[in-house]
Nanobody
Framework: QVQVVESGGGLVQPGGSLRLSCTAS????????MGWYRQAPGKERELVAD???????NYADSVKGRFTISRDNAKNTVYLQMNSLKPEDTAVYYC???????????????WGQGTQVTVSS
């Protein structure tokens, strides 16, 4: 069993900042990738950013230069620092972790429950 738990969402004014955190726990031998998706009302879920165990990152064009993803491998935790927030960033943000239970075993995606981010004045 693997649990993925997000925190840090909330209401912020345009131009403000928020930091999301996400921790994976349970039967984990290794985590190859962690990241964030988001889903706004009436829209499909989209990738925001992800990061590999080696630190390689990938961002959606819409957040480049404003959001920064980072990771603490020792804590199985990923962070998303969101600056210069815009109303269009309003969405439920979901964290995921790709984990393996043992050496050489199959990897699985695990998702968190999501955290609401609302950008509004």
């Amino acid at each position: 069993q693997v649990q993925v738990v997000e925190s840090g969402g909330g209401l912020v004014q345009p131009g403000g900042s928020l930091r999301l955190s996400c921790t994976a726990s349970g039967s984990i031998f290794s985590i190859s990738a962690m990241g964030w998706y988001r889903q706004a009302p009436g829209k499909e879920r989209e990738l925001v950013a992800d990061i590999t165990s080696g630190g390689s990152t990938n961002y959606a064009d819409s957040v480049k230069g404003r959001f920064t993803i980072s990771r603490d491998n020792a804590k199985n935790t990923v962070y998303l620092q969101m600056n210069s927030l815009k109303p269009e960033d309003t969405a439920v943000y979901y964290c995921y972790a790709v984990t393996s239970p043992g050496l050489g075993t199959t990897s699985y995606h695990h998702w968190g429950q999501g955290t609401q981010v609302t950008v509004s004045s």
